[in-house]
C-alpha cells in the first residue's frame, strides 16, 4: 500500500504563489509517475500536472507557464510550484501515484487552494 500526504495550500492574493507538497510512504518502489489533479465546486476532477521517474512532464494548457512540478526521489516526494495564481485556480488539489505494471493508483486526501482579492 502507498499512502499520499498533500500539504502547502492555503489562501493567496491573484498573482501570488504556492507550493504544494506530497509525502509519500508505504510501498513506494513500484510508483512510476506521480501527478497533481484538482477539483473545483461542481466540477470534474482535472489533471494538472504529472512527473514520471524519468523526469517527462504533462501539463494542463490552463497552467503551463506558470505552474512547475518536480521529485525529489531520495525523498519519495513531489511539488508543484504555483506562480501567477489565478481566482480560476481555486480548487481542491489532490495527489497521485500509479504503478502501471501493477494498474494500481493512489490518491491523497486534498489540500484547499484559494486565491481571492
Known amino acids: 500500500q502507498v499512502q499520499l500526504v498533500e500539504s502547502g495550500g492555503g489562501l493567496v492574493q491573484p498573482g501570488g504563489s504556492l507550493r504544494l507538497s506530497c509525502a509519500a510512504s508505504g510501498s513506494i518502489f513500484s510508483i512510476n509517475a506521480m501527478g497533481w489533479y484538482r477539483q473545483a465546486p461542481g466540477q470534474q476532477r482535472e489533471l494538472v500536472a504529472s512527473?514520471?521517474?524519468?523526469?517527462?512532464?504533462v501539463y494542463a494548457d490552463s497552467v503551463k507557464g506558470r505552474f512547475t512540478i518536480s521529485r525529489d526521489n531520495a525523498k519519495s516526494t513531489v511539488f508543484l510550484q504555483m506562480n501567477s495564481l489565478e481566482p480560476e485556480d481555486t480548487a481542491v488539489y489532490y495527489c497521485n501515484a500509479a504503478k502501471p505494471r501493477s494498474m494500481t493508483y493512489y490518491w491523497g486526501q486534498g489540500t484547499q487552494v484559494t486565491v481571492s482579492s
Open positions: 512527473i514520471t521517474r524519468d523526469g517527462s512532464t
